[in-house]
């Protein structure tokens, strides 16, 4: 699997393969591709706490004996 960004050429989006990645599939210019795409969601935050879910309150209860 290769991961590569979106990069803008004029009002489209679009990918750069790495030249190794097409030595490897034996690809050309002109060869017809299939391609899966799977998204990475984008994580913002700070430092160690970065894409770390909001802290949640446990709920108090009480043991009796």
Same mark, same amino acid.
């Given at each position: 699997? @290769?991961? @590569?960004?979106?990069? !803008?050429?004029?009002? *489209?989006?679009? @990918?750069?393969?790495? *030249? !190794?990645?097409?030595?490897?599939?034996?690809?050309?210019?002109?060869?017809?591709? !299939? %391609? *899966?795409?799977?998204?990475?969601?984008? %994580?913002?935050? +700070?430092?160690?706490? =970065?894409? =770390?879910?909001? +802290?949640?309150?446990?709920? !108090?209860?009480?043991?009796?004996?």
């Amino acid at each position: 699997m @290769v991961e @590569v960004k979106l990069k !803008e050429w004029g009002n *489209s989006i679009g @990918v750069i393969l790495p *030249s !190794e990645t097409l030595k490897d599939l034996r690809l050309h210019k002109g060869d017809k591709i !299939e %391609i *899966s795409i799977v998204t990475k969601k984008r %994580i913002d935050g +700070f430092g160690i706490c =970065a894409g =770390a879910k909001p +802290f949640k309150e446990d709920e !108090e209860f009480h043991l009796e004996f």
